[in-house]
């Protein structure tokens, strides 16, 4: 397998591919007639959703292509509170009916299943969205994983209320 550190150095900018881990890259086809590319590549940790949202730009921009699909995994990734919170921001994009609800959570993995303690109420609209499928397939294609979704903590609200701001100091005469 090629990396793609070595394939792309004069396409990403010097500045992300030092960012980066190392990717190895499955698959790169290239379609000339529709300057469009798909680009599978596998890192060896994760990758925020907005860096990968930079390299496929980068490429795109630096190749002068119309289209390009960049299919990301990681092996062996150690799943973290941190990454389920950016996987929340990256669907949080494309599906903004859980925008508000999900600030705050926070996430629990035991084995498959990832608790979400929600603070901002909203359960019954999450679920609605289809957040929940949402998640479990972006789960599914980056980390090769089935992951249920189970929620906890104030769910009966479907209005967030975000916490009042401290009060004024008393005026001092």
């Known amino acids: 397998m090629q990396l793609l550190h070595n394939i792309f150095k ?5 500045e992300l591919l030092a ?4 990717g190895e890259v499955e698959r790169c086809d290239v379609d000339i007639n529709s300057r469009s590319m798909v680009l599978d590549v596998q890192f060896k940790a994760y990758v925020t959703a907005g860096i990968r949202a930079r390299i496929g730009s980068e490429i795109k921009a630096a190749l002068k292509l119309n289209k390009i699909t960049l299919n990301i995994t990681f092996k062996d990734t150690e799943l973290t509170a941190d990454i389920f919170k950016d996987l929340t921001e990256e669907l949080r ?3 903004p009916m859980v925008n508000g609800f999900l600030n705050d959570a926070v996430y629990n993995l035991n084995g498959n299943e990832l608790t979400v303690e929600l603070f901002g109420g909203g359960l019954k609209l999450i679920k609605d969205s289809g957040f929940e499928k949402q998640f479990a397939e972006l789960c599914r294609n980056l980390f090769g994983i089935a992951i249920s979704l189970k929620f906890t903590g104030k769910p009966e609200s479907d209005e967030y209320i975000p916490p009042a701001p401290a009060p ?6």
């Open 10 to 14: 004069n396409v990403i900018s010097g």
């Open 19 to 22: 960012s980066l881990p190392e």
């Open 93 to 95: 994009t494309k599906n």
């Open 168 to 173: 004024a100091p008393a005026p001092t005469f």
